[in-house]
């Protein structure tokens, strides 16, 4: 019946645990977080809990190598760690059990200790991680248990008790009494203050009764016992004195450690960077720590820095999307594009719905002139995440290079309705205008994105080649220099500036000197290869009156244009190469290419 009630009285408490439990499970297998049996089977789970459990074991007695993440091997652990791991539960657990009427608080305490883990030894898998400390926080209370009552049971009685085994001899039967447990906090006076006339406990009185010894009472702590640490005059000294004094003297010693150990400890939690580089000092093979570090150096503007930690990752776990997402997209940000792609690729392939893998390749495969593929993967972005907003400027920009201006104008005025003064943005719609010939919405266009941002070279260069069309040659030198004083090494606004110093109509603005400058610095960049480059070096050296120079030059740019299959501007090269021959400069009411 007593049994029945202390069940019966638990019962709302595991309704409510299995509702909590129930919960828990859906939503974290709702959001991704449990591993299935094909990520983790079930084999392997049930070893690594044998084993956590065995790190859990020595962890709470020597907290030492301690880390915010412990990775998950993703594989059986080795037989020998395993069998090790389980003969050291077992042992303690038969240990327990075999001293449990004696020393029941063993019993208690071991049990709690498991019992609470199992819920979070990951049985059921949650996340990566093969344990975290967090996870002991009740479950250690329960070898707190046992530790605290072993101690005591070890120990024995308190300072100022009497020994056991007192005698008192007579002509009767002998009895022994079982020694009485002091409650904590109990307020037994008559135990240590009997009634006058009262024998004291353990002492010797002789006469006709039975013979009766009676073992000393336990001290309870935080009582309010006086007496048995204050003994009566008379009283006998307990030999169990040194005993204590000693086991107080070392719970403070431990205590101590502890406490210096958990100094050393939260000193590792500082910062972000302090702690995930800890993490992999403990554990060098740590994923989700090289993962954590590169992220943490993201959001410091670092992203050079990242790159080795998510590349790190990457190694580890070569299969895993996100990852694989992370780490192209760090490369991609930090310029290094063709390496980015095939991480990008990589995660796509695994993870098809992906939206941020999808979204960055598209980008990327803008980058390198492959627009098609690009719009495929950002229009598949969109399709996962329609908040990708801004993939409409990569769709719009791929579109254009494909000519397909009407598609192009469409997506750049979605993304420039969410953003307005996006420069990069308002440069290519504005050459989306002027390639369907409406040169007029280009200049207005290019003029907004000069407006949004006066120190953007692209902008400033792509103003200029408008109005240097409308004949506008003055502001078109102002805007093409204001470009290059910001990008020096800026080939097309170079090229184009060169040019028109040296075939302007106006012969106000030419100037041959600063014309043959620009154009030898174009040719540098370019490695003389450049046939386009070439023809504006000859128009220079022409206008500066180096007609041998020029010919020679054009003659190179002939030969670059021929091997490159272009047909028409060999022809007007060939033209310009027999101007420069008569001895004339070339100009712009001529026939000319428009670079």
């Not at 029945?4 to 129930?22: F, R, T």
């Not at 949650?126 to 120990?155: H, K, M, S």
């Not at 500082?270 to 720590?289: E, G, I, M, W, Y």
């Not at 993967?377 to 399709?383: D, S, Y």
Request: glycine letters at 8%.
């Amino acid at each position: 019946m007593r049994l029945a009630s202390l069940v019966a009285e638990k019962l709302p408490l595991l309704i409510l645990a299995g509702v909590s439990s129930a919960i828990t499970v859906y939503a974290q297998r709702a959001g991704g977080a449990m591993m299935t049996e094909t990520m983790l089977s079930f084999e392997v789970r049930v070893a690594n809990a044998v084993v956590s459990c065995a790190k859990y074991l020595a962890i709470a007695f020597w907290p030492s190598g301690l880390a915010v993440y412990y990775p998950h091997a993703l594989k059986a652990d080795s037989i020998v760690e395993v069998a090790s791991a389980a003969a050291i539960l077992v042992a303690v657990t038969l240990a327990v059990i075999a001293a449990a009427r004696k020393h029941p608080h063993l019993l208690v305490g071991w049990f709690w200790f498991v019992g609470t883990l199992v819920p979070v030894i990951g049985l059921v898998q949650v996340g990566g991680q093969a344990l975290a400390d967090r996870y002991t926080y009740v479950p250690f209370i329960g070898l707190f248990i046992a530790v605290a009552w072993g101690v005591r049971a070890i120990v024995g009685s308190e300072p100022g008790a009497q020994a056991t085994g007192g005698q008192c001899r007579g002509h009767g039967a002998r009895q022994t009494t079982p020694p009485r447990a002091g409650a904590w906090g109990s307020d037994d006076r008559a135990a240590v203050h009997p009634e006058p006339g009262a024998q004291a406990t353990g002492g010797q009185c002789r006469g006709h009764g039975a013979r009766q010894t009676t073992p000393p009472r336990a001290g309870a702590w935080g009582s309010d016992d006086r007496a048995a640490v204050h003994p009566e005059p008379g009283a006998q000294a307990t030999g169990g004195s040194l005993s204590v004094v000693v086991a107080r003297a070392a719970a403070v010693g431990v205590l101590l450690i502890f406490a210096a150990t958990t100094w050393d400890q939260t000193g590792y939690w500082r910062d972000s960077k302090t702690l995930f580089q800890h993490a992999l000092d403990v554990v060098p093979d740590n994923t989700q720590a090289h993962i954590f570090m590169a992220q943490t150096l993201v959001r410091e503007g670092r992203i050079a820095d990242a790159v080795p930690h998510f590349a790190e990752a990457v190694r580890i776990v070569p299969n895993e999307p996100y990852n694989l997402a992370d780490y192209g997209r760090a490369l991609f940000e930090s310029g290094r594009i063709d390496e980015a792609a095939p991480q990008l690729e990589q995660a796509v392939k695994l993870m098809p719905t992906h939206s941020g893998a999808q979204y960055f390749l598209g980008v990327v495969r803008g980058k390198q002139n492959r627009p098609k593929e690009a719009i495929a993967h950002l229009q598949e972005a969109l399709r996962l995440d329609p908040k990708l907003l801004h993939a409409h400027h990569y769709i719009g920009s791929a579109a254009a290079d494909q000519r397909q201006f009407v598609q192009a104008i469409q997506h750049l005025l979605k993304w420039l309705a969410i953003d307005p003064k996006s420069s990069e943005t308002l440069v290519k719609l504005g050459q989306c205008y002027s390639a369907l010939g409406n040169v007029d919405a280009a200049r207005e266009t290019l003029q907004k994105a000069v407006d949004a941002n006066p120190n953007d070279a692209y902008a400033l260069a792509a103003l200029a080649q408008i109005v240097s069309w409308q004949g506008d040659a003055a502001t078109a030198i102002e805007l093409y220099e204001r470009a290059l004083k910001i990008a020096p090494d800026y080939l097309h606004a170079a090229n184009n500036l060169a040019m028109i110093y040296a075939t302007v109509d106006d012969a106000q603005f030419r100037n041959a000197a600063r014309a043959v400058e620009l154009a030898e610095h174009s040719c540098r960049l370019t490695g003389y290869k450049d046939a386009v480059s070439l023809d504006t070096l000859a128009a220079s050296y022409a206008e500066a009156g180096r007609f041998d120079d020029a010919t020679r030059i054009i003659s190179s740019a002939i030969e670059v244009a021929k091997a490159s299959g272009e047909d028409q501007l060999v022809r007007h090269l060939e033209q310009r190469r027999a101007i420069y021959a008569a001895g004339r400069p070339w100009s712009a009411g001529e026939p000319r290419n428009d670079p």
